[in-house]
């Protein structure tokens, strides 16, 4: 292997991802032939065949599969001193490598582009995943950042909360129980009920607001699409719990409303997410502390869905300092002895 080089790793990796010559060439302006000669010296350097042919489709052989998570490694660590590289010089380029949750399409590519206005040489490479995909591009080392709702706890990844993340019930703005006030889980128990299908974190976050009753809810259709979800309730279908981040289009232009209900918006959190063992990229790091001082502020400002958030404890903090005293243990309030030793 002492005489592989770069490029043909990072066209054998896709080659890999595609499982197609034809795809990995026209993704990287190659002839099919010179794609092929790059995969076979490759092969000739491991002594092993990586690619087995069926019919017309190719698979992976095990060796095949070694070397492409090894690939993936080299290529990512190349990349990380190139940026290293350009941040002894400044942050002014590198590539972003950001992988996001479904919920967060609605809102991400706007923090995005706050963020590239501070450094506009920023290239940026933005995927959004359903919970399962996105735990793939974290074990493969394919992103420099997750962003989600539940930190994953089958990976050792560094986990940091920077914007709290509500939910809400929502309906047709002329449903019967829209304008009703303190609307008690009985009475939402009675409706159809459209949910997001079971292991996603829409779903997850739902269990946790609604416990054990939520077997009580009339689920009428599990849907694996947030969008095809709001459409159901605007059509009549069914109310559903969703995050209010993923509404305000419908809010605004009023062909839904957000249900006044007991305990209701439900919370939990935006983390940004990597790999504990992963050094960052000076330009994910720089877009790392973005998120924790200016996300939750950024985020707040472009939903039209407005409600107190959680208490803010220690005004003219970031939410992510914020979130990092309330988890911080506390000193219990002192008894009266200790209170009259004190007194001394």
């Known amino acids: 292997m002492k005489h592989a080089t770069l490029r043909q790793l990072k066209v054998f990796e896709a080659v890999a991802r595609h499982l197609s010559f034809s795809r990995a060439a026209e993704e990287l302006h190659l002839t099919q032939p010179a794609v092929s000669t790059q995969v076979k010296q490759l092969e000739t350097h491991a002594g092993l065949p990586l690619f087995e042919q069926l019919g017309k489709k190719i698979f992976l052989t ?24 350009d941040h002894l010089k400044g942050i002014t380029g590198g590539k972003l490598n950001v992988a ?78 829209a304008g009703e006030r303190q609307i008690p889980f009985s009475r939402l128990a009675q409706e159809p009920f459209i949910s997001r299908e079971r292991g996603s974190d829409t779903w997850n976050s ?19 699409s947030t969008e095809t979800i709001k459409q159901a ?26 249900l006044d209900v007991q305990g209701f918006p439900a919370w939990q959190n935006w983390y940004v997410v990597h790999r504990r063992s992963k050094r960052l990229p000076p330009v994910a790091q720089a877009f790392r502390e973005f998120l924790l001082a200016e996300g939750a502020e950024l985020i707040d400002g472009m939903m039209a869905y407005k409600r107190p958030v959680p208490p803010p404890e220690g005004r003219g903090k970031s939410y992510a300092a914020r979130s ?5 243990p506390r000193r219990a309030d002192p008894g009266p002895a200790e209170s009259a030793e004190s007194a001394k």
């Open 62 to 85: 095990p060796a095949g599969s070694e070397m492409l998570h090894y690939s993936r490694a080299i290529i990512a660590l190349f990349r990380e001193t190139e940026e290293a590289m």
């Open 233 to 258: 309730v605007v059509a009549g279908m069914g109310i559903s719990f969703l995050s209010a981040h993923t509404v305000g289009m419908e809010l605004q232009t009023g062909q839904l409303t957000v």
């Open 324 to 328: 990092a005293d309330r988890a911080a």
């Open 206 to 224: 739902l269990q946790d607001a609604f416990g054990h009753r939520t077997q009580q809810l009339k689920i009428t259709m599990e849907i694996a």
């Open 100 to 177: 996001v949750i479904s919920a967060g399409d609605y809102f991400f590519p706007r923090l995005l582009a706050a963020f590239t206005v501070r450094y506009p040489g920023v290239t940026l490479g933005l995927t959004v995943h359903n919970r399962e995909e996105l735990l793939h591009q974290l074990t493969e080392n394919l992103t420099d950042l997750a962003v989600m709702v539940r930190p994953p706890h089958e990976i050792d990844t560094i986990n940091e909360a920077f914007a709290p993340h509500p939910y809400v019930i929502v309906a047709p703005p002329d449903h019967p129980l």
